[in-house]
């Protein structure tokens, strides 16, 4: 979610932080949060929840999330590319 204005991020986020099942929403960024959905009504309440309070919404996105989402959730670090070259075989 990205808020309309950024100097509401922060207040967004805490009023966010009652519909998590973890207790809080997450900064993405200066105007953007992360909410976890875990109900079918989680969208139209975060929605009702910030307009309750006056934060308009520039942008709303609902997606599924990666593997990498999942990882970071669980242990809270991101999943990071092999950058070592494999081995080569000797012939």
Not at 23 to 48: F, Q, Y
């Amino acid at each position: 979610m990205r808020v309309a204005d950024p100097e509401q991020t922060e207040e967004a986020c805490a009023a966010l932080s009652a519909l998590s099942s973890r207790g809080s929403a997450d900064l993405l960024d200066t105007a953007e949060l992360s909410l976890p959905i875990t109900a079918a009504d989680v969208p139209a309440a975060a929605v009702r929840s910030l307009d309750a309070i006056g934060i308009g919404i520039a942008a709303l996105e609902v997606r599924t999330p990666t593997l990498d989402d999942v990882f970071f959730t669980l242990t809270g670090r991101h999943v990071e590319a092999d950058v070592h070259e494999p081995a080569e075989m000797a012939a």
